[in-house]
């Protein structure tokens, strides 16, 4: 089994979207495709060992492509492929997506295969002790629902205990299921109508979550979640020194990897970074600069740099006493 | 430059430029002085075009910076997974792969000569028999063609059961869409996912390291060779000082942080007798080597073993054998009740009790609570106290506190 293997590569992909089209091609309608699935340089590599004939794939009919395959042309899984899914069918998660009697179909279909790896391989040494619960039948009736409803943008009636221990009652278009691995739960990213020209993006966390209805109302037009995020990040990003002692310099950037962020070098051993974030992110930010001691210095943004600078005082306060 | 390709033959030579650019970002040309220049254009050019949506470029003094500008937060998908789908491959690999495949979707069972004469007859096309023999048999190998032998006569056909079952199945393809973002080996399920046209329009992942995909290679052999219980030899390049060394160890257990971002192989080391930790990233080699008889009971002594792990370490800079870490922490009640779910649901089976009004005492028993500093500084502001039996670390932890005071003017 490989996973580096022309069997996965994106030229195969692209040149079996291009064979599976039941329709005779003109170069243009290949170079067409090539630009959107391949590389950016693919069409250098693709188009001229279509056009020799090194791919000998098309029939030429004048102008035309045509595909020499058949259009019910399908890849069978390699063992890599059918080992992963064996894999999956041990996870806790599964029974989310699948019924016992799908699970069970599979588990029969690959009988034969030894799964690519065992649960109690991995182990995720500072994952939060409190995930969800999976395996309960509420649990997975309210994801299922959920799921329903992001697919058909469909509004549900949520009764929710907020975490500060209140019931709330709202209508909300489910946009996103997002997935924490540390605290190893999922979120719901919602849109709460507020009223009829306003929604609100909210989180809420789907253990919480006390009943859920789906209503037959759904959201006309598809929700641009990107632009709702990044609307919502700071104009101003939190400005980061980092001092290159004790590696610090590789455990900032692996630990904000997924941020976004940009980097430069100010001297030898002095290096400067920006983080973009929002409000939501704002705790869980402060306490990540925090646990890297002196070796980040916060710059800016004025924000950030007075709630780090409230945390020091309280603590050196604390000491003192 | 003629001679450019976009597509490479060997996953491990670009592997280290996707994670400089990834995780630094700001390393300019000069700074790749372990490459020629020649090389690092062709590596540089060949990221620009897999990666072209999410390359920024920015011109600093040294030169320009090529950076890889990722937010999780706003992802489908995981866009480094583009690596893995740039195997090289050569003309007939491609044209055989389509015709033998295409072929058997409506043949039942064929021999390496039939499906020979019928490339030529259905496809114009001619091809040696031996060429033709050794795809079926790669094929067959990794799973895609079954192979029967009946007598004397080997035959090669398809099984699109599986693939057919997938194909209709939506739920397999919802988790498809969550797993290829947010579990191990994403890679395989992004490209099942291809196969099956399906694209995740449903789940984001939080905490998530993207570039932890690079290492999936290593992690791939690694479990191979765990679940084969085999020792191995891993080639490891220090992240410090670039040295390469080789070890030999057994393979027990990935021990992965979800806030860091790195990943370890957890192996015993038979010569020192005793468990290490080694960073996935620094691997770059794994040899499988022979069975190991008493695997099974390595893993028992790890999992007795595993209470006493903060993080990764198993060993103190002190060398003893065990340390407890006390801190107190002003907790207002009942306001700030979720700082001690905090300590309750991070402290890694630490006892918790309650001291007094608003005060709470936080105990463990580690190997090396040197590894718990970082943790423990995220309750600044709130520390009444810490005592550790490992005294470098207590100093350590009040010293850096007088230092952020100092940087701060506070």
Redesign the interface.
Known sequence: ?????????????V??HL?CSQNPLTIKEIYNRICQEG????L??IIP?LEDG????FRREGELYLS???P???????????S??K??LA?S??LL???AE?AE??DR??DSV?P???Q???????????GDPYETETYRRHFRLL?KA??NRQFVDIDYNS?KGNRVHHYYVPI????????DKF?L?ALEQRSLNYNKLETLNIDRIASAQLTEHTLPSSIDI?SI??NSYYQEPLTLRILNKR?AL??A???F?????????IDENT?ECLI?YNQSMETELL??V?????ML?VIGNERF?KS?????????N??QA | MSDFQELIKNFSNIREYVRDFFVYGFKTRNEFQQKSSRTYDNQRRRLESWLSPYVRKDYATGGSNLSLAIDSNLLDTNPLFQVWKTKSFTDNDIVLHFFILDLLQSSSALTVEEITDKLLTKYETLFDVQVVRRKCNAYAKEGILQKQKIGKSVTFFLDNTLINWLKTNENIHDALAFYQIAGNLGIIGNVLSEQLEIQNQTFRVKHSFFVHTLEDGILFELLSAMNKQLMTQLEIKSSKNMHISTINCIPLQIFTSTRSGRRFLCAYLNSHRRFNCYRLDTIKKVFPLENVEHYNELLEKLNRNRPYLWGVSFQSQERSHLDTLVMTIWVQEPSEQYIVDRLKREGRGGTVTKTARNTYRYEIQVFDCNEMLPWIRTFTGRILSLECTAKSVEKRFYEDLENMYHMYKI
């Not at chain 1, 089994?1 to 992909?13: A, I």
């Not at chain 1, 109690?120 to 409190?130: G, I, L, S, T």
């Open positions: 089994m490989e996973l580096f293997s022309e069997l996965y590569s994106c030229y195969y992909r040149l079996r064979l590389f950016e340089e693919s250098l590599s060992k090194s791919w000998d794939l020499k395959l058949s019910s042309f399908c890849i069978p899984l390699t063992n890599l492929e059918k992963y899914l894999a999956l996870d998660r599964i997506f699948l019924d799908q179909t599979l279909m690959l030894q690519l790896w065992h109690e391989q991995f182990y995720y040494y500072d994952r939060f002790d409190d799921l992001q697919k975490p996103r299921l997002e997935y924490s691995l540390k605290n979120r990213l990107n995020i990044q590696n590789e455990r950037m692996l630990h990897a997924n941020y976004e962020k940009n980097t430069t070098k290096y973009y306490i990540e925090l646990s890297f001691g002196p210095t740099l780090l600078k409230a945390r020091l005082q309280k603590q050196k604390l000491l």
